[in-house]
């Protein structure tokens, strides 16, 4: 192991190290909650959104397969930029298309009974597409100006960004807001409510938003087509810039739409003009929050071009 490798998995186990030692410590200090809280949605009281994040947990293990199989073998150097465009686009459609063809997977949801647009699957796409978009479009800037990272693989561009991503990072990103979900609904539902919850739910908001950063990092690694200037500061430096975009999306998305299955008479329904205001709010939100991170690092934002191709 040479030094620099050294010196990053060292930063990274203490990074890591320390936040999990302080989501243990919040926890011993919770009072429990009756029932010892919930991992996935009540199939009572929230039906629609359980048999969207069941859907999203069967098919997540399928896509990140298929991925390890291309990076494992290289399959990456024969690609072309329709390739590329081909697999990511294709990998994105389960999720894309369950609304249409799948609404009722797992227990027997009651989307099936909805009209396309009011179902919580529809909303939840929309919801991630537009985050998606926008997190391409934009953000990648980040990534080019800050970290001096850059795409090198043939591809079909949009504001130089590959067209793939934008597709890639709708099942990325669909698989890693079901799994905050599950973590931060054990949160609220394992203990009882107060500073001392609140506290613990923001940690691990911030402790996700950051593993999950790392760990995208770390498994794209091997993948010689996206690159940095400095991997160091990639890993660990890069980690935390790119949790940014967690911090604010992971409990928002937790908290879309969750009177769905509400009984009760509701004030408003959220439609798909609210779904995707919601998001753009979000998508908003990260990039004065990106910006704000860069102004205080003096570095100048290079914004990409029109050119397709």
């Known amino acids: 192991m040479s030094a620099g490798t050294y010196d990053i998995a060292h930063s990274m186990a203490a990074v890591l190290g320390t936040m999990l030692a302080s989501v243990a410590a919040l926890i011993s200090l919770q009072s429990p909650a009756p029932g010892g809280g919930i991992w996935l949605p009540d199939a009572v009281t929230q039906p629609s959104k359980r048999a969207y994040e069941l859907y999203a947990m069967h098919y997540s293990p399928l896509w990140i397969f298929s991925f390890g199989v291309i990076v494992a073998c290289k399959l ?50 929309l919801w991630l597409s537009v985050y998606s978009f926008i997190g391409n479009y934009w953000y990648t800037h980040y990534f080019y100006s800050v970290l001096k990272a850059q795409y090198s693989m043939p591809a079909h561009r949009l504001n130089n960004v590959p067209i793939a991503l934008y597709f890639a990072t709708h099942f990325y990103f669909s698989s890693y807001h079901v799994f905050s979900n599950c973590c931060l609904r054990k949160v609220e539902t394992a203990y009882l409510p107060g500073f001392r919850r609140n506290l613990l739910f923001a940690l691990v908001v911030i402790s996700l938003s950051y593993f999950t950063a790392f760990m995208e990092t770390l498994t794209i690694s091997s993948f010689p087509y996206y690159s940095f200037e400095d991997r160091n500061m990639a890993y ?5 810039f790119y949790g940014i975009y967690f911090i604010v999306s992971f409990p928002v998305f937790y908290f879309f739409d969750n009177d769905i299955d509400s009984k009760q008479v509701r004030l408003k329904n959220v439609t798909l003009w609210d779904t995707f205001s919601s998001s753009c709010g979000v998508g908003m939100m990260i990039l004065c929050l990106l910006d704000f991170v860069r102004l205080w690092l003096d570095v100048p934002l290079i914004v990409g071009d029109s050119k397709m191709t």
């Open 76 to 125: 990456y150097e024969v690609f072309t930029a329709w390739t590329y465009l081909v697999v990511c686009g294709g990998l994105s459609l389960p999720f894309l298309l369950q609304p249409f063809l799948c609404p009722s997977a797992m227990h027997n949801s009651p989307d099936a009974g909805r009209s396309w647009a009011t179902r919580y699957s529809t909303k939840a796409n």
């Open 236 to 240: 660990t430096f890069g980690s935390a």
